[in-house]
């Protein structure tokens, strides 16, 4: 591996790192404003609006983004003939999504359990052509590991409630605020992208190229399909079958808590796929990235998962308010099953992709899916507190499905992927315990925050303990400095 390829992925994941953090940082603040001043039932209602919009997104990429990123090409006037081709697809697939989500939005809207809200959701639709403007120019940095400029314009983007939702939600717009602010949001993201981009969409069109990114992006958008439906099937039914006061719950404490669990992940997963992608041809190294990237998000994850799932009440209470005390055991519970999922299986998708084979993607979303949706449907019988916790744990039965076909059929060594994260692991459930055993003394507020550090230190001390653990603490110490080129350069030397 060349300097110039080691640097380009320092200076990446340095540049993601930032970014997810600020935006990880920003957007629970906000939330956390936006909670105070808005009822659990304006969530809801957005949560459905947002399942239509996410689904029709997917149809406006049609999976160019993963193909831009992962295809090698044999210089940059084909790499932006590419580029164009997929733009001008994307942008007429959203006219045609968004014509017909407006003349169908009645029916949409009480097929999503909003009935009367046709126009809501027309109109939060007008993000779709807005999307096909930024999406190309995302794909070019990503591929090119320009996550600087990334940066700039995610941290506008987290910075627009401030000035836009929130603004709104005090003058008592409602769910209005939180739907004018996102598309003010896709706005803004069109513009700075597009300005700042190298490359600037141009009259060209050719179908050879089409039929040959579709070979490789129809199984991408496939794959984005099934993803869809494990995300958001437990919002179906939750919206047809219960309160829009229990989907704002339930959605609300799963985004807050993705939005925390993913700080992490979500800062390594758009440069690790980047350098899977460049590196799908020599093995050892690919493996070797892998690795280096699952250790180091098993520092962090596997204990924020544990001390969220045992501190899910004052969670609550900081990030929500008073009002949402209901949202605690989704939080909790949440939280601990995303932590076990996104050390052992967050990644998986990301392999598939970088070796060219997303139909194993596909697959292994579909065979979840099968068990998925039962338990759903079954579970929903029984009320909400059922649902809530058996769509956490089937989550499990997923991550089985992707490790089985990672070691099937890509030869992966699944049996590495746990030993590689034991010490880990074990850390945090002796964290755990200990964490319980604080519990018992008080539940007081302060005693609560203080209980929290001394886990936190006991946890490092127990990690150090591990062979070999210590340097790797050095390690992800000295990766957040400027300039050192630790952590992830070690697998690419």
């Known amino acids: 591996m060349s300097d110039r390829m080691k640097d380009k992925v320092i200076n990446a994941t340095k540049w993601s790192s930032i970014t997810e953090i600020t935006a990880k940082i920003v957007s629970p603040i906000t939330n956390m404003i936006l909670a105070r001043i808005l009822a659990p039932e304006a969530f809801g ?20 983004q993963k193909y831009l990123v992962q295809h090698e090409f044999e210089s940059d006037e084909e790499r932006y003939q590419n580029a164009n081709v997929a733009f001008w697809t ?34 939060a639709c007008f993000q779709l052509p807005l999307s096909s403007f930024s999406s190309i120019q995302m794909a070019l940095y990503r591929r090119d590991f320009d996550f600087k400029t990334l940066f700039l314009v995610r941290i506008v983007a ?3 409630p401030f000035f836009v939702t929130i603004p709104l939600a005090l003058l008592g717009l409602n769910y209005w605020a939180l739907i004018i602010g996102t598309i003010f949001m896709k706005i803004l993201n069109a513009v700075i992208l597009t300005v700042k981009s190298p490359w600037k969409p141009q009259l ?50 799963t985004t807050m808590v993705n939005s925390v669990m993913s700080l992490i992940a979500a800062s390594t997963v758009p440069v690790l796929f980047s350098a899977l992608s460049r590196l799908q041809n020599n093995p050892e190294k690919f493996n ?27 969670a609550t209470q900081i990030f929500l308010g008073n009002k949402w005390n209901e949202a605690s055991n989704v939080i909790g519970i949440w939280a ?48 909400f507190w059922p649902l809530v916790y058996s769509r956490a744990w089937v989550r499990i039965q997923g991550l089985l499905v992707g490790m089985a076909i990672m070691k099937w059929c890509i030869k992966f060594p699944i049996e590495k992927v746990f030993m590689n994260v034991m010490p880990t692991f074990i850390s945090s459930v002796l964290m755990g315990i200990l964490a319980y055993l604080l519990r018992q003394i008080s539940m007081n507020v302060i005693w609560s925050i203080i209980s929290i550090f001394v886990c936190a230190i006991f946890y490092f001390c127990v990690l150090s303990l591990f062979p070999g653990m210590k340097e790797e603490l050095l390690k992800l110490l000295e990766k957040v400095i400027p300039n050192r080129k630790a952590g992830i350069t070690e697998c690419l030397k």
């Open 45 to 64: 209602v957005v949560a459905t609006v947002t399942m239509i919009v996410s689904f029709a997104e997917m149809f406006t990429d049609s999976g160019f």
């Open 90 to 123: 994307n942008f007429f697939i959203s006219i045609i999504l968004w014509g017909i989500i407006t003349l169908f939005r009645d029916q949409l809207a009480e097929m999503v359990g909003n009935p009367g809200l046709g126009n809501v959701v027309a109109i």
């Open 158 to 160: 987290v910075c627009v």
């Open 204 to 253: 060209f069109f050719k179908v050879s190229i089409l039929k040959e990114m579709l070979s490789f992006s129809i199984w991408s958008l496939i794959e984005a399909i099934s993803i869809w439906f494990t995300q958001w099937i437990d919002v179906f039914i939750i919206s047809n079958l219960l309160t829009q006061y229990y989907l704002g719950i339930y959605k609300t404490s």
């Open 288 to 314: 070797s990235m892998y690795f280096t990237v699952q250790r180091y998000v098993s520092i962090l994850v596997f204990p924020l998962g544990v001390g969220i799932y045992l501190y899910s009440d004052l």
């Open 336 to 383: 601990l099953t995303s932590a076990i999922m996104i050390v052992l299986g967050h990644f998986n998708s990301e392999v598939f992709r970088a070796k060219g084979r997303p139909k194993l993607s596909f697959l292994s979303q579909v065979l979840h899916l099968v068990i998925l949706v039962p338990v759903c449907i079954i579970s929903s019988n029984y009320g």
